[in-house]
């Protein structure tokens, strides 16, 4: 599967972003989904996570409350609603596809990586 992360972008602290990960394939129902994010000089670490039908969703406990992850398997995208946008949360943002039979938040598990698209917010 082949993915392509878009929206990211500059906003004020407080703002928001919607992002969107678009998938190629017709087996995109069959991934579980990840958004990761990786700032300057720090380790890759997750974001959100949802399963394949989209019944589970794990959130990282610093975008809890704030940001929401979605798909429609009908359209083989993922998004990213994020809220209340601070500037810790700059980073690049990537989208990522895991086979696994459940859903994980570990980097390790997730193979198939978009390009990333960043997301910068100011204070």
């Known amino acids: 599967v082949q993915l392509q992360a878009y929206g990211g972008g500059l906003v004020q602290a407080g703002g928001f972003l919607r992002l969107s990960c678009a998938a190629s394939g017709r087996t995109f129902s069959t991934y579980n989904m990840g958004w990761f994010r990786q700032a300057p000089g720090k380790e890759r670490e997750p974001v959100a996570a949802i399963s394949r039908s989209g019944g589970s969703t794990y959130y990282a406990d610093s975008v809890k409350g704030r940001f929401t992850i979605s798909r429609d398997n009908a359209k083989n995208t993922v998004y990213l609603q994020m809220n209340s946008l601070k500037p810790e949360d700059t980073a690049v943002y990537y989208c990522?596809?895991?086979?696994?039979?459940?859903?994980?938040?570990?980097?390790?598990?997730?193979?198939?990586w978009g390009q990333g698209t960043q997301v910068t917010v100011s204070s």
């Open positions: 990522a596809a895991d086979r696994s039979a459940r859903l994980t938040i570990l980097v390790t598990s997730y193979y198939y």
